[in-house]
């Protein structure tokens, strides 16, 4: 990532220099920190590729893969690739990066003993989590977690075992790493820590682990991720000055002039760097060296680790520990949301910071670390502090430096964002994406990307979505919504006959009924005009005119009783199609419009609702019950989260899904909402999806108990009812909002506002009838009638 993010930077000052890239991998060079995402079965290798072979040819690149350097003769300025194939350089970039450290422990060649480092190391622990059962991992580093988390998404029961009193010891306190453990522990990975390994047991294979105390944990896999060293047995064959790293100076250049280096390989100033924003600083500087350009210096970063561990938020930067008597903690300590927050204050001023939880502070506090700022009236604010960013005028963000990277994954700085927002006159989120591609990876940068767009373009700044609902209804979502409100408008029409053009059309109709809807929570008027076809008449309309009958089978349960009747209904009423659907029901195909409120007497059923904007469906696995790699009982949840939420209308369809453990057979992790079972508990995910676009959920939180999963899935399914644009679903709604605002607003919230919320969902919960309740009584005398006109001239004149 170092070496190609600095040969960017290099092309960009248009050396006409004539590259080559040798690289020992067989891949295009990718995003070494999202692969714990690949080991979790959330991306591809494809997804987490940075720059294509299309890349490497337009900017005149040779590329050399499955090539490794063994050797670099100096004096001729010849490197000797393993095939003994010489390649000339006049200058020479060495981005070697680092390898595993590996500790002394007797057995670590076994079959099943892996290291997690790069794609071919992540390639093969996946192909062992097929037939593995038990896994330990050595490590209780960042890596070593994201290992664990990746090989437990695919069903393996995971133990962690490290050395020292706590995880992450390089980036939390102890207080820090006891709030990290408990909540890595609610997801069923078991944590043990003060334990050294001794050896891998087994004989040729690995069959477990053997501590010097002389206890033991089984295992069909082991993985050693105990940290990383420089990877400089290249750069010795140059005869370079090396440490622990290949030593540079400020201009990143070795004791060769010729040869540069920039990396985890590199040691500046005594330190060696792991992280991807300081390697990016070093490229950058390195870039104007090697062109000629010399004059930036690299003098070391201030160490800020911002990352997700298992889903879990987490911080810290600077001098987080506090321990001598003339620093001074402000700290604060949710136990049961399993947040942790701590700043460090030295002369009035903050030198560190630790948050678990909730990282939503990160950037103002990391800025109060570099700028070195007074603390004096903010002391009462460090922690809970969160300024708006205001279009037009300098935010929080924008009062940071430029060198500061906003997107971690893929070091994306805020001067690069600017520059390319005034360069090229960018006035979305998506085209900053698309052009410096930031917030490409992991995404929880969203939010400070869009607030440095919106304060670079002031007005011109444009929303993904149209300011105005509809031509039709010229105001935003949220005027109309706060007119309806204030004025009291409970009818769709009423609102077109006030503000808009008395008319309307087939986009705002349906919206402005849906809206009315959500803000009187079911106590309107309905105004069946304003609905589509499908919602008049409780059906799906299919390309013949007849209509799609779904019953309701909560979780994707069904009794003899109920299928009974699906089967008789169908041979009376000649259904032309009985159809398993992919949400665990029954679709019966084919029915004639003035069949429906018949059809619906004869099952006895609730609707499906699988022709609305609405709650469609929970789809669950057989969990506890039945299977027995199952943690939590998912059929339960799945038929109660169902029955907590149908008949209610959203902003676009809701599908939901429930699984009892992570092998996730009923597809949780591509629902709008999941929750999926862990030993100890639940995590509950949002924004999946498995249409046209395909994405892995987000994880809202993990909890311990059914009752907390159900609470969090339904504060965010009424945040979205609330907040979704029409027709945008939660796929597009959490990276247009962000998940962390998401969680601040939901999960996170103070008791009131989440008490609020789930109020308001009760309410309109209990407004909720069965649509097909109407074969007793149609809304309309002519409901389910058509109307047909004759075919041929004939009949019109005999009509006249």
């Not at 000052?13 to 080991?39: D, H, Q, T």
């Not at 682990?209 to 050693?224: L, P, R, T, Y």
């Not at 910071?353 to 603390?375: K, P, Q, Y």
């Not at 969160?386 to 430096?401: E, F, H, K, L, Q």
Request: net charge neutral; charged share 25%.
């Amino acid at each position: 990532m170092a070496g190609m993010a600095c040969l960017d930077a290099i092309l960009k000052f248009k050396p006409g220099f004539e590259v080559k890239v040798l690289s020992e991998e067989p891949y295009l060079n990718y995003n070494r920190i999202l692969l714990s995402a690949v080991l979790a079965g959330e991306k591809s290798v494809e997804e987490i590729t940075i720059n294509t072979e299309e890349w490497y040819r337009s900017s005149g690149i040779t590329l050399c893969l499955n090539t490794r350097a063994a050797e670099i003769d100096a004096q001729k300025k010849i490197v000797t690739t393993a095939d003994g194939m010489p390649h000339p350089y006049d200058r020479l970039l060495l981005a070697t990066g680092s390898v595993p450290f590996i500790p002394p422990i007797d057995g670590v060649k076994k079959e099943g003993v892996f290291t997690f480092r790069n794609m071919a190391d992540t390639a093969a622990i996946l192909e062992s989590c097929e037939s593995a059962k038990k896994a330990v991992v050595i490590g209780g580093g960042l890596l070593g977690l994201e290992a664990a988390r990746g090989i437990s998404n695919h069903g393996v029961h995971v133990t962690v075992v490290h050395l020292m009193d706590r995880l992450m010891e390089v980036q939390l306190d102890a207080v820090g790493g006891q709030f990290l453990k408990r909540e890595i522990e609610k997801l069923g990975i078991d944590v043990l820590l003060n334990k050294s390994t001794a050896r891998v047991m087994g004989e040729a294979r690995a069959e477990g682990v053997m501590f010097k105390d002389g206890s033991i944990v089984e295992a069909d896999m082991v993985v050693i991720a105990c940290g990383i060293r420089p990877h400089v047995e290249l750069a010795k064959t140059a005869g370079l000055k090396i440490n622990r790293g290949v030593v540079v100076n400020d201009f990143m250049e070795t004791s060769d002039p010729d040869i540069f280096a920039v990396g985890e390989c590199v040691e500046h100033r005594e330190k060696v760097y792991g992280l991807v924003a300081p390697l990016y600083d070093q490229g950058k500087v390195l870039a104007a060296t090697i062109t000629g350009n010399k004059g930036p210096v690299y003098e070391g970063s201030v160490l800020a680790t911002k990352l997700k561990v298992m889903g879990i938020e987490l911080f810290s930067a600077g001098d987080f520990k506090g321990e001598e008597p003339d620093k001074e903690i402000v700290s604060y300590q949710d136990h049961a949301f399993g947040i942790y927050k701590k700043v460090v204050v030295q002369n009035e001023r903050v030198i560190g910071t630790i948050l678990i939880g909730d990282a939503s502070d990160a950037n103002r506090i990391l800025e109060m670390i570099r700028s070195r700022a007074l603390v004096d009236e903010k002391r009462q604010r460090l922690l809970f502090d969160t300024p708006p960013a205001v279009a037009g005028s300098p935010s929080d963000v924008m009062s940071r430096a430029d060198s500061d990277t906003i997107c971690g994954c893929i070091g994306v700085t805020k001067g690069q964002i600017v520059s390319a927002v005034r360069d090229n006159g960018l006035k979305t989120f998506s085209a900053v994406k698309t052009c410096t591609k930031a917030s490409t990876g992991c995404g929880t940068c969203a939010g400070l990307v869009q607030d440095i767009l919106k304060a670079v373009c002031g007005g011109e700044f444009e929303e993904e979505k149209k300011d105005v609902l509809c031509p039709c209804v010229p105001f935003p979502k949220e005027r109309i919504r706060t007119m309806i409100q204030t004025q009291k408008i409970r009818k769709a029409q009423d609102v077109l006959d006030i503000y808009g053009d008395g008319v309307g059309c087939s986009l705002c109709k349906p919206a402005l009924s849906f809206i009315v809807d959500e803000v009187w929570l079911g106590d309107h008027e309905e105004d069946r005009s304003a609905r589509f076809i499908n919602d008049r008449v409780h059906a799906n309309i299919q390309k013949d005119g007849t209509f799609s009958v779904i019953p309701r089978m909560r979780g994707g349960v069904t009794t003899p009783s109920e299928l009974r009747k699906i089967a008789d209904a169908a041979e009376k009423y000649n259904v032309r199609m009985v159809k398993v659907t992919g949400s665990q029901r029954i679709d019966l195909l084919g029915v004639k419009k003035e069949d429906l409120p018949k059809i619906w007497a004869d099952l006895g059923m609730t609707s499906g609702y699988a022709y609305a904007k609405a709650v469609r469906m929970v789809k669950s696995c057989v969990g506890t019950d039945f299977c027995r790699y199952g943690t939590q009982d998912s059929i339960a949840a799945g038929i109660r989260l169902e029955t907590l939420l149908e008949g209610l209308y959203t902003p676009a369809k809701v599908k939901m899904g429930v699984v009892g453990c992570p092998r996730n057979c009923a597809e949780a992790t591509v629902k709008d909402i999941g929750l999926v079972g862990m030993e100890g508990g639940w995590q509950v995910v949002i924004g999946g999806a498995a249409g046209k676009i395909v994405r892995s959920a987000d994880i809202l939180c993990a909890v311990k108990t059914t009752e907390e999963a159900f609470e969090a899935a339904l504060l965010f399914f009424q945040y979205y009812r609330e907040n979704g644009e029409y027709l945008e679903r939660t796929y597009d709604f959490i990276p247009r909002v962000g998940l962390e605002k998401i969680r601040r607003e939901t999960t996170l919230a103070p008791e009131e506002k989440k008490k609020a919320l789930l109020e308001r969902l009760s309410r309109a919960r209990a407004k909720v009838v069965n649509p097909w309740d109407e074969h007793k009584k149609p809304a309309q005398p002519l409901q389910f009638s058509d109307f047909v006109l004759p075919k041929d001239a004939d009949a019109l004149m005999g009509a006249h």
